[in-house]
């Protein structure tokens, strides 16, 4: 069964720079999430997107954007890098009136 | 604001015991609650979804209860293995919002 993609597997940017992650959720799931997870740390929430609006809104930096596209991927934009964003970036989708989160494998962000 | 709560942080057992891993979560106003594996810098496998009209989930070894009202979450697992070691997760999806919120999890090392 498909599962949900997440692209780059890993990303080394240096400070101040600018990272975009991708995410390719379940054929059909209508929500897709964004969670970062630092080192030691369980997922925090950081944005949710139903039929490509903006649903929900976490503790996402403003340096942060996201948005969701015709096909339903998603990709995470992030700018003005800092040390402190090296972590693990996790996507997962699911139909909303529906049941459970399915999580992708996540991209390590590693911020020099 | 949802908080989760997960007990013990650590657990170390022989193979073979019969365990139990504990969730708590301060509003019980939930939608479901979520039990996930994570192993060592990898992604969220979700093992089982209660819904909280439900009172129990099983499967395979694992089984998972809810009790709403009293804010609690239990995850058994059964006949511990060696490659059960991992950290579970649990986590919480309110009706208010659409997001999960996650307990600190249960990093689970269990002994050939």
């Known amino acids: 069964a498909a599962g949900v993609i997440q692209s780059p597997r890993h990303l080394i940017k240096e400070k101040r720079e600018t990272a975009t992650l991708k995410c390719y959720p379940i054929p059909r799931h209508d929500t897709v999430y964004w969670y970062q997870q630092g080192p030691g740390q369980d997922p925090q929430f950081l944005i949710s997107?139903?039929?490509?609006?903006?649903?929900d809104k976490g503790s996402i930096p403003d340096r942060f954007s996201a948005q969701q596209f015709s096909d339903y991927h998603s990709e995470l934009n992030m700018s003005s890098l800092e040390l402190g964003d090296s972590a693990l970036y996790f996507c997962?989708?699911?139909?909303?009136?529906?049941?459970?989160?399915?999580f992708g494998s996540g991209t390590r962000l590693t911020v020099v | 604001k949802q908080e989760v709560t997960q007990i013990p942080a650590a657990l170390s057992v022989p193979e073979g015991e019969n365990l139990v891993l504990n969730c708590s979560f301060t509003d019980s106003a939930i939608y479901n609650l979520q039990w996930f594996r994570q192993d060592p810098g990898k992604g969220l496998t979700s093992l089982l979804l209660i819904q909280s009209s439900q009172r129990e989930q099983t499967s395979g070894r694992l089984n998972a209860s809810l009790d709403k009202s009293s804010g609690r979450s239990t995850l058994y697992i059964a006949a511990s293995q060696p490659g059960d070691s991992a950290t579970y997760l649990c986590?919480?999806?309110?009706?208010?919002?659409?997001?999960?919120?996650f307990g600190g999890g249960t990093r689970l090392m269990v002994k050939p």
């Open positions: 997107f139903y039929e490509k609006m903006q649903s």
């Open positions: 997962a989708s699911s139909l909303r009136d529906n049941y459970g989160y399915t």
């Open positions: 986590a919480v999806k309110d009706n208010a919002g659409n997001m999960l919120t």
